[in-house]
């Protein structure tokens, strides 16, 4: 259970832009020299975040500093037992 | 200095869009997209009248609602406020230095329920705020692209009454000119929370 809620409350990454639809495929990631990273989709299925250890070091500094207008970080919030 | 007897609008300062999150229009998203260079944002408080005739003259005449035509123009294209105005899906994609963002309409895309603010600052101070809730496009989207002219977005809709509850006395309510005494930004409408 306790492995189960810290997993949960991994930091995710947030799509801030105005796209519908943000995604950055295996080949773009490689044509910013970004390997092993596999294609990434922000839409409205998964609320436009994914989890941030979704992401290689590369591919996540290269969004958080040259894309810092689109992405933030933030923790999932997860609600507190009972409603408290 | 104390707010005016009454505004002097002048110009177009801005004009923002806010999507809402449902097709029902209950409830605002929290971000707004501004629709850049705006230009022109044309109001018209419609209604129709029944006449009711007898006695050989005409006794009254009764109002179905109040609505809005509007009318807006804006420099350049934004995708973004086109998603929001039109409907359809854009998707952004790559990374810099190839970002590219496709807008792309669907046959079977709706045109969606907007909140359209506009902006005219006062020559008698502060500023003039136009807010029609619920906004839809219900005429062409248009543009040009031409030799020596700048592409100019243009569309027009109407204007309908809110169907938010929160605030509580938002619902039914078509628009509000808000003037202040101060210049203000464009916010979201408030939800009263």
Redesign the interface.
């Known amino acids: 259970m306790a492995e189960s809620r810290s997993k949960k409350n991994d930091d995710v990454l947030i799509y801030t ?9 295996e080949d ?2 490689k ?2 020299d ?1 390997e092993n990273q596999g294609t990434v989709v922000f839409n409205k299925d998964n609320d436009h975040r994914i989890p941030l250890n979704e992401l290689t070091e590369p591919a996540r500094q ?2 958080l500093d ?2 810092k207008s689109e992405f933030s970080v933030n923790k999932l919030e997860i609600p507190a037992p009972n409603g408290e | 200095m104390a707010l005016s007897e009454y505004a002097i609008p002048f110009g177009l300062r801005d004009i923002k869009l806010v999507p809402y999150t449902d097709l029902t229009a209950t409830e605002l998203d929290t971000t707004l997209v501004d629709l850049p260079v705006a230009r022109t944002l044309s109001f018209a408080e419609a209604e129709e009248f029944e006449d009711l005739r007898g006695d050989d003259e005409l006794i009254t005449s009764h109002g179905s609602g109040a609505s809005v035509e509007w009318e807006l123009e804006s420099g350049g294209i934004s995708l973004e406020a086109l998603v929001v105005l039109g409907g359809g899906t854009l998707t952004t994609s790559g990374v810099a230095p190839n970002v590219q963002k496709i807008y792309r309409k669907k046959t079977g895309d709706q045109k969606p329920f907007f909140c359209l603010i506009g902006q005219s600052i006062s020559d008698s101070g502060g500023d003039l705020h136009c807010i029609i809730y619920r906004a839809r496009v219900t005429d062409n989207i248009e543009g040009e692209f031409g030799d020596q002219e700048f592409f100019l977005t243009s569309c027009s809709g109407k204007g309908f009454g809110s169907r938010r509850t929160a605030p509580a006395d938002e619902l039914g309510t078509v628009y509000d000119f808000v003037h202040h005494e101060t210049i203000t930004a464009i916010v979201v409408p408030d939800d009263g929370a």
Do not use: S
């Not at chain 1, 832009?17 to 495929?25: F, H, P, W």
């Open positions: 832009g105005g796209a519908t639809v943000r995604e950055i495929t773009q990631w044509a910013a970004v290269l969004l040259g894309h």
